[in-house]
């Protein structure tokens, strides 16, 4: 049996996949580990040699350790399923669990400098002016704090631009439904855009690819970064620290099941963090603090 016909019948039997974002994750690391066998991965090939030497050669390549690390846990699911039905030995090897990356999020000056390249871009994407659905995207990311997926997802009938309220149906993990209130300036931006074209689902016209692509030309305008951590999901923490600092609930917000993984995963430490230990402790580039020094005991 080939790894292919085994993720068929994985996702065929589990009912908790109903995305077909996460059919494609997996369908691409069992590509990936074909190509590192050098010819179609089977179900044999999953052994502890294999796999180790999957990522060893993903490292070599220069792979994130998270990414790794993710490929790695795909593998391991589809073997344990293949162990269950007896199809090969369960695994004994270990995934070492990457270290995660301190959350960025953008500070409040290229928060306005987004937003002013986005109002100002040239060019169209599927034949809207970038100026009309970037605002609108950025803007409704910003004030809601949803993931990409689920403001692509978005139909015309779940946007209430009367009340103000958008309802969110399809999140990650099947998560529940919420409704979250635009701004008034979304929501003039949101009415732009619908105005312009009649799309059932304003945002997923375009492949996500395009849409990053001219992002990024957003992102160069207003002096950012352009790098895969500055991408839609970065204006997501944003929303996170900026509503933790002004005492909002951003677990709540982005529906987690717990603050440990906001405050891991989304909370940047230069918007809300304690006070620092340079703040408390004395300056020794003072002279009244080295005067004072000269009778402490």
């Known amino acids: 049996m080939t790894l292919n016909e085994l993720l068929g019948e994985y996702v065929a039997t589990n009912t908790a996949i109903t995305s077909a974002y996460t059919i494609k994750l997996l369908g691409g690391t069992c590509k990936l580990f074909s190509a590192y066998l050098g010819r179609e991965a089977l179900v044999d090939d999953l052994t502890d040699a294999n796999l180790k030497g999957y990522i060893v050669h993903r490292q070599s390549q220069g ?32 995934m070492a669990r990457s270290s995660p990356h301190i959350p960025v999020a953008f500070l409040r000056h290229e928060i306005r400098r987004l937003f002013k ?26 004030d809601s704090g949803e993931r990409v997926g689920a403001v692509r997802a978005l139909s015309r009938s779940d946007i209430d631009c009367k009340t103000r309220w958008v309802t969110f149906k399809h999140r ?40 990053y ?20 999901h970065r204006l997501r923490r944003s929303h996170a620290s900026y509503l933790k600092l002004a ?48 009778f402490s005991f």
Not at 257 to 279: L, M
Not at 284 to 293: E, K, S, T
Request: glycine share 8%; with cysteine.
């Open 213 to 232: 692509f001219h992002l990024k030309s957003i992102l160069r305008d207003a002096d950012l970064p352009t790098d895969r951590r500055s991408m839609l």
């Open 172 to 211: 990650k993990g099947n998560g529940r439904e919420m409704m979250k209130r635009m701004s008034r300036p979304t929501r003039r931006a949101m009415r732009k855009l619908l105005e312009v074209h009649q799309h059932e689902t304003p945002f997923a016209h375009i492949h996500l690819t395009t849409c």
């Open 247 to 294: 005492g909002g609930s951003a677990q709540d917000s982005l529906g987690h099941s717990s603050e440990a993984i906001t405050v891991r995963s989304y909370y940047d430490p230069r918007v809300t963090g304690s006070r620092q230990p340079s703040t408390l402790l004395f300056n020794p580039f003072n002279w009244w603090d080295r005067f004072l020094g000269w």
């Open 63 to 94: 792979k994130a350790p998270a990414t790794i690390e993710r490929e790695g846990c795909k593998l391991l699911t589809l073997w344990r399923f293949a162990a269950m039905h007896a199809l090969v030995k369960p695994p004994t090897i270990r």
């Open 117 to 142: 390249a986005a109002r100002r871009a040239k060019g169209e994407v599927g034949g809207v002016p970038n100026s009309i659905f970037f605002p609108a995207l950025l803007g409704l990311i910003w």
